[in-house]
């Protein structure tokens, strides 16, 4: 491993374009490999902490040809290697493995293109999601994915997840942004997919791409669409005795024909743990949930929509309506709400969220199970959740190093996949499968449809060198190419 790291590490630090390289060349003390433990624990886990594991080397590259280089040194010695970005993910997609590489793309972060006529940017991977909105918001446009970690992860990741973000009822997920894609294959070999104008004819291989999770290869650049700013925007914090009465109203917004831009649901366990954060918003302490209702487009439109809002949250109940004022109220509403999983460290040393998806209209049975499983289990459990989309997020608080704890939070999480796949849902909405529910994935695909995911990323990746481990409830391919892969499954269960 040592004579493969010497190699990686010319790769990148003996490069004789360097200067050339879109940001110049690297910058004083950053290096081209991590190898010592010390400097490989924080790439043990992305943001999901529940299965930790160290890889061998951490590589840092600048170019898509030294992405490929990479790639193929690794392919060489049969070494497994993992795409990372920011580490933001919630399911594992960017956990390594015993003896693989990491390949930290942070430092591939010029904006290369920004086109205001066409709308368009072309970005590397390690653009910060937030950085491109700004980057756009002097020509009057922005880029519409807003994770709530938007300040933090990377367009990469984004594509990698399909990450979605509050937004997303009324502009989609990253996939319906991402015009085309540079992908670097796992034999080294670079492709470009898509095309600019979204027309691209044939297979629709840009699609197959985002959400894979690192599995098929390595973005190196993402061809985005961006959207004008909307001339105007409303933003409503409606205040319920309870989420049941929050997820109500929010029917009812969507059955009256409304599409508003976002529909957020915060109970009174996350606003507690928010107000007593740095996030802190003036969220009233007594709610049982608040709603967070935004309206945007055409300014002389939005009066009325938000009139109709409001009456509809006070047929569900609602006890108070208060509309932001200006853009710094506003951003206050969203702070709550963005920073409500960063609040979550003051419960616990731990957090495990999940994000299934369930029908709209079974919100209130559903949210009233998820509850019912967390207390029967004895756990600190809250909800904040994209629920004009359905998509939940029960956020289990816990200690890892308290085994009993830690086995009811797993037994737990089963059983409130297992109630939203019954409602008709899914298991994930926008985090992604990774190796977290890798196990849970036949919840929802029957052995044909698994078959036919496994050929698919067979032609891609047949050495299942590239991530391995992640999305497929098994990584037999993997393991029968590679001896060095085998007993993964341990890893990740251990």
């Not at 493969?4 to 200067?19: F, G, T, W």
């Not at 990377?154 to 996939?175: D, F, M, Q, R, S």
């Not at 029967?376 to 989309?389: E, I, M, P, W």
């Not at 890892?400 to 899914?426: H, N, P």
Request: charged share 25%.
């Amino acid at each position: 491993m040592a004579k493969l790291r010497e190699r990686l590490e010319r790769i990148v630090s003996e490069d004789p374009r360097a200067a050339d390289l879109p940001g110049g060349p690297a910058g004083p003390g950053e290096k081209a490999c991590l190898w010592r433990p010390e400097e490989l624990f924080v790439y043990e886990c992305d943001a999901l902490t529940l299965t930790p594991s160290r890889p061998e080397i951490v590589v840092f590259p600048r170019s898509t040809e030294q992405v490929s280089r990479i790639v193929r040194e690794c392919r060489t010695d049969g070494v497994p290697f993992v795409p990372r970005g920011a580490g933001t993910g919630l399911s594992g997609g960017a956990h390594a493995m015993p003896g693989s590489v990491v390949i930290e793309l942070s430092r591939m972060r010029s904006i290369l293109e920004l086109d205001p006529h066409d709308r368009i940017a072309v970005v590397q991977p390690g653009v910060v999601n937030a950085e491109l909105s700004r980057a756009a918001a002097p020509h009057g446009l922005f880029y519409a994915p807003d994770p709530s970690s938007q300040q933090a992860c990377t367009i990469g990741g984004n594509v990698a997840e399909n990450a979605g973000g509050p937004h997303t009822l009324k502009h989609g997920t990253t996939t319906n942004h991402v015009l085309a894609l540079e992908l670097v294959l796992p034999d080294g070999e670079v492709l470009r997919l898509g095309h600019r104008s979204a027309m691209a004819p044939g297979y629709d291989l840009v699609g197959v791409v985002v959400g894979s999770e690192g599995t098929l290869g390595i973005v190196t650049e993402v061809t985005v669409r961006l959207e004008p700013l909307p001339e105007g925007v409303e933003t409503l914090l409606v205040i319920f005795a309870d989420v049941v009465s929050a997820c109500r109203a929010v029917g009812a917004i969507i059955r009256s024909g409304l599409v508003p831009s976002a529909l957020e649901i915060v109970d009174q366990r996350t606003i507690a743990a928010v107000e007593d954060s740095v996030y802190a918003a003036g969220l009233p302490r007594d709610a049982g949930a608040v709603l967070i209702a935004e309206l945007d487009g055409v300014a002389r439109a939005l009066p009325s929509q938000v009139e109709r809002v409001r009456g509809l949250c006070a047929d569900a109940g609602a006890q108070e309506v208060r509309i932001a004022e200006d853009d710094s109220q506003r951003a206050l509403f969203w702070r709550a709400r963005k920073g409500a999983f960063g609040a979550m460290g003051r419960l616990a040393p731990d957090l495990y969220v999940h994000d299934a998806v369930v029908p709209r209209v079974a919100l209130p049975e559903i949210l009233a199970q998820v509850c019912e499983i967390g207390d029967r289990y004895r756990l600190k459990l809250s909800n904040v959740f994209h629920a004009g989309d359905g998509n939940l997020h029960p956020n289990i608080s816990f200690d890892r190093r308290d085994a009993d704890e830690l086995e009811r939070v797993m037994a737990a999480g089963r059983e409130i996949l297992e109630v939203c796949v019954a409602a008709g849902g899914v298991i994930t909405g926008e985090h992604g499968v990774g190796n977290e529910k890798r196990e849970f994935i036949h919840l929802v695909f029957d052995e044909a449809d698994l078959a036919a995911m496994e050929k698919l990323r067979d032609a891609f990746n047949p050495d299942g060198l590239c991530n391995p481990g992640k999305i497929l409830p098994t990584p037999r391919a993997c393991a029968e190419a590679n001896p060095k892969t085998r007993g993964y499954d341990e890893v990740l269960q251990g």
